[in-house]
């Protein structure tokens, strides 16, 4: 399954990926592409000798021509599945017509609670005790799409957003590299009665 990544800053979800299924079970990372142009995500693609292009906003007359171009890109790869890795922009109804199911993202909150940007700050000045990483599908809404992985992590006692952020990023890691390793080897199931209801089974 080819894999294209957008990522917006950091990258350690892509260095995730690119660490521990790249080049393996069938997964081939081949496309990193960012809004950013100075993301260390983009150098991590780099590295890892995986074409990278960039997609300013500022760029394109609008979201949507920047999107289509985006898109475009990604299709010219080969492009199966995208994840939105620290992706910090929203993608139009036409880019993910493009790859109907297969846009992916991961949220450092156990949806439905804090969507959208700043979640781990939003959680923190909740004061919620228990903090979480979800993997879902991307619709059109903001991260509201079916859930394929959530985990929970309790933190009974209260702490800033960044050690917060800390802490939930190897469950990110490990939850976002589980769920393209099972969607590769068509483990994952949206129910088309219930498309709320995703099943993952290795078991056929
Ligand atoms: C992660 O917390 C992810 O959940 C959120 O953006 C952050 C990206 O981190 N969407 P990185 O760039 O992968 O290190």
Redesign the pocket.
């Known amino acids: 399954m080819r894999v294209g990544v957008l990522?917006?800053?950091?990258?350690?979800?892509?260095q995730a990926l690119l660490d521990r299924v790249h080049g393996r079970e069938g997964v081939e990372i081949v496309a990193v592409g960012s809004d950013k142009p100075g993301a260390t995500?983009l150098e991590r693609a780099q590295r890892a000798a995986v074409p990278s292009a960039t997609f300013p906003r500022d760029a394109y007359p609008d979201r949507a021509a920047r999107d289509d171009a985006m898109g475009a890109w990604l299709a010219d790869r080969g492009v199966e599945l995208v994840v939105?890795?620290?992706?910090?922009q929203l993608v139009t109804p036409a880019f993910l017509a493009r790859f109907p199911e297969r846009v992916i993202?991961?949220?450092?909150a156990l949806l439905p609670a804090f969507p959208g940007i700043r979640a781990?700050e939003q959680a923190v000045a909740y004061g919620v005790k228990v903090f979480g990483?979800t993997v879902h599908f991307v619709d059109e809404g903001v991260d509201s799409g079916p859930v394929i992985f959530q985990r929970a992590l309790a933190l009974p006692e209260p702490h800033d957003a960044g050690t917060v952020?800390d802490a939930?990023?190897p469950i990110?890691h490990e939850l976002l590299t589980e769920a393209v390793r099972a969607i590769a080897a068509g483990a994952v199931r949206v129910d088309p009665d219930h498309p709320r209801r995703v099943y993952v089974s290795f078991d056929g």
């Open positions: 990522a917006s800053g950091h990258g350690s979800n892509l995500a939105l890795a620290g992706y910090m993202n991961v949220h450092p781990v990483v952020r939930l990023r990110e």
